[in-house]
């Protein structure tokens, strides 16, 4: 399942750095992330967030990987910013999950649970509650 592919125009790029200043992270459009990922961030040792965004993919990959169809594909790059800061927002990092944790269904729905909590907060500021 390809489908088309969105790109992030340079205009939408200079919005989306904005608004990351603004959550005070900075953001980098990448080529490649690895394996079904569209976005992540990463807390460097400095302590300054980077969230990294995919700079062109398919919409259909991603619905049909995360759902959130709720979320218009001309929103989607700016919902891949809002759900990764929402993961610092809701401290997510700070969340561990315990070592002696030997339970894989337990592990996949803390780690669920996380995302749908990203979900709702980064939709929250996209198109209000």
Request: charged share 35%; hydrophobic share 40%; with cysteine.
């Amino acid at each position: 399942m390809n489908g088309k592919k969105i790109k992030v125009t340079d205009s939408e790029k200079k919005r989306l750095e904005l608004l990351a200043t603004q959550w005070g992270v900075t953001v980098d459009f990448r080529s490649y992330l690895g394996a079904d990922m569209f976005a992540r961030i990463t807390i460097p040792s400095d302590g300054m967030a980077r969230v990294e965004i995919l700079e062109a993919f398919s919409p259909e990959e991603y619905y049909a990987k995360w759902g959130n169809r709720d979320v218009p594909e001309d929103k989607l790059f700016e919902f891949l910013l809002l759900h990764e800061i929402a993961h610092l927002e809701l401290e997510h990092h700070k969340k561990k999950v315990p070592f002696h944790t030997e339970d894989a269904n337990w592990w996949f729905s803390f780690k669920e649970q996380k995302e749908k909590e990203a979900d709702l907060w980064a939709k929250e500021k996209l198109c209000g509650p």
